[in-house]
């Protein structure tokens, strides 16, 4: 990135061009503010920065000079001042200057310009998709080039209701639509649209342009809930300041989403066995039984108890016990349906709700489960289960407090039958009690 530099003293123009290489500016220098405007009027740059005192003008006439060219209107401006009057900041304001730094303050203009290099980077590597909708395929052509200039990929479509028809079955992360579009349906309908559509996708911010400046029409936008707005014709800058912002808001949003699915899934999660933990059993377990309660649907509920592990602990060690237990949990796993909750209860004991299955068709799959689980057989140690199995009575309201003890009890007596077997238990009338 090049920056131009006026500057009248040596000595400051040596430390300016020591802190520009230091952060990845290329220092072009100038003490005649003519020859300085010439050079701005026939070559682009990045940055100004200018002295308050110069050798042939002020650093405030300067700056009004430099917006009065033609592409020199938007880029950034920074005034050098010794002087601490705060007079200047409302007329070098007025005039364009972006920024004002003491001349002693080196350390935070370098931070200035580190970020503006950091910022330019951030800009040419977006990597990021645009759904664009625009019917005046001249402007869509210059709007193309600036954006992917900047690293976004580019959907682009003329009319709204073929751009709501890939918003639906493509991820995006900004929509950029123009309000008056061919068709039925106008840039506010699709703004109304994506803000009705279920899921993640209602959140995409969005992004409108219009060559009506009308205050009216930015309220009544920004009420359907479009995230900004920008006037045609459009101004480059203004452009990927807007998208850049919008998009990297998103990636933020998105990337503490994940952290807080991440937080949400390890506090509901065994950590050894992958499987849910107690605390998600308990906390869902009754939305199911008062679910499948209020519909008259079957549920049951299965608790697998281990035999023998703490010989299994005791003789072969614990991490051998682990290995039981999850080789145990991924049997579980990819024998339960979607819709079924697979959880380890404590120690080597396990429990399954099985929505939409009755007591019979639980001790089928109990059954199952028993023989697969002695037919495991890891790191060489021989494993088996007791079963208990009990149905949700749905002709009065029960616990899951109880439906689970009427489970854990035929667990318990299928240890007394000899261990290796399938016990269903029966919730009796004085168990019943009031969710």
């Known amino acids: 990135m090049k920056a131009l530099i006026a500057e009248p003293t040596k000595a400051y123009r040596q430390l300016l061009e020591t802190v520009c290489h230091a952060v990845g500016f290329k220092p072009l220098f100038f003490t005649n503010t003519s020859e300085a405007l010439q050079h701005l009027s026939l070559h682009p740059v990045d940055l100004v920065l200018t002295?308050?005192?110069?050798?042939?003008?002020?650093?405030?006439n300067f700056c009004k000079k430099i917006r009065e060219l033609k592409d020199t209107k938007h880029i950034p401006v920074v005034l050098l001042t010794a002087e601490k009057n705060k007079t200047i900041e409302e007329p070098a304001t007025q005039a364009g200057i972006?920024?004002?730094?003491?001349?002693?303050?080196?350390?935070?203009?370098?931070?200035?310009?580190?970020?503006?290099?950091?910022?330019?980077?951030?800009y040419n590597n977006m990597d990021a998709r645009v759904l664009y909708v625009e019917d005046s395929l001249s402007v869509a052509k210059l709007t193309i080039h600036i954006l992917e200039a900047m690293g976004l990929d580019i959907d682009h479509f003329t009319h709204a209701e073929h751009a709501y028809e890939a918003f639906q079955t493509t991820d995006y992360d900004l929509v950029l639509t123009d309000i008056f579009l061919a068709g039925n349906m106008?840039?506010?309908?699709?703004?109304?649209?994506?803000?009705?559509t279920e899921g993640n996708k209602i959140h995409i911010p969005v992004l409108t342009m219009s060559a009506q400046d009308d205050s009216a029409r930015k309220?009544?936008?920004?009420?359907?809930?479009?995230?900004?707005?920008?006037?045609?014709?459009?101004?480059?800058?203004?452009?990927?300041?807007?998208?850049?912002?919008?998009?990297?808001?998103?990636?933020?949003?998105?990337?503490?989403?994940a952290q807080q699915h991440l937080l949400q899934e390890l506090a509901m999660t065994d950590q050894l066995t992958e499987l849910y933990n107690r605390h998600f059993l308990m906390e869902i377990a009754p939305k199911h039984i008062s679910e499948a309660f209020r519909h008259k649907q079957p549920l049951s509920l299965i608790v697998i108890d281990l035999d023998n592990f703490k010989t299994v602990n005791d003789t072969h060690g614990h991490s051998a016990g682990d290995i039981v237990l999850t080789q145990t949990a991924r049997l579980l796993k990819t024998t339960c349906r979607n819709e079924d909750?697979?959880?380890?209860?404590?120690?080597?004991?396990?429990?399954?709700?099985?929505?939409?299955?009755?007591?019979?068709?639980a001790r089928k799959k109990a059954e199952v489960l028993r023989m697969k689980i002695a037919d495991l057989n890891p790191e060489g140690i021989a494993v088996s289960a007791s079963f208990g199995?009990?149905?949700?009575?749905?002709?009065?309201?029960?616990?899951?407090?109880?439906?689970?003890?009427?489970?854990?009890?035929?667990?318990?007596?299928?240890?007394?039958?000899?261990?290796?077997?399938?016990?269903?238990?029966?919730?009796?009338?004085?168990?019943?009690g009031t969710q």
Do not use: W
């Open 51 to 60: 002295s308050l005192q110069l050798l042939d003008n002020d650093g405030i």
């Open 186 to 196: 106008s840039g506010v309908g699709l703004v109304r649209a994506i803000r009705s």
């Open 219 to 257: 309220i009544e936008l920004l009420n359907c809930g479009a995230n900004d707005y920008v006037a045609k014709p459009i101004l480059k800058e203004e452009l990927m300041a807007r998208v850049h912002n919008l998009i990297t808001n998103k990636k933020l949003l998105d990337k503490l989403k």
């Open 98 to 122: 972006t920024e004002i730094f003491h001349k002693s303050d080196i350390p935070r203009l370098q931070t200035y310009l580190s970020e503006l290099i950091s910022r330019a980077s951030t």
């Open 341 to 361: 909750i697979a959880a380890r209860f404590g120690g080597e004991e396990f429990v399954l709700i099985l929505r939409h299955c009755d007591a019979e068709s």
């Open 389 to 432: 199995v009990a149905e949700l009575p749905l002709d009065s309201v029960c616990k899951f407090d109880v439906l689970f003890s009427a489970a854990d009890h035929a667990v318990y007596e299928a240890k007394a039958r000899g261990r290796n077997c399938v016990v269903i238990g029966k919730v009796s009338a004085p168990e019943m």
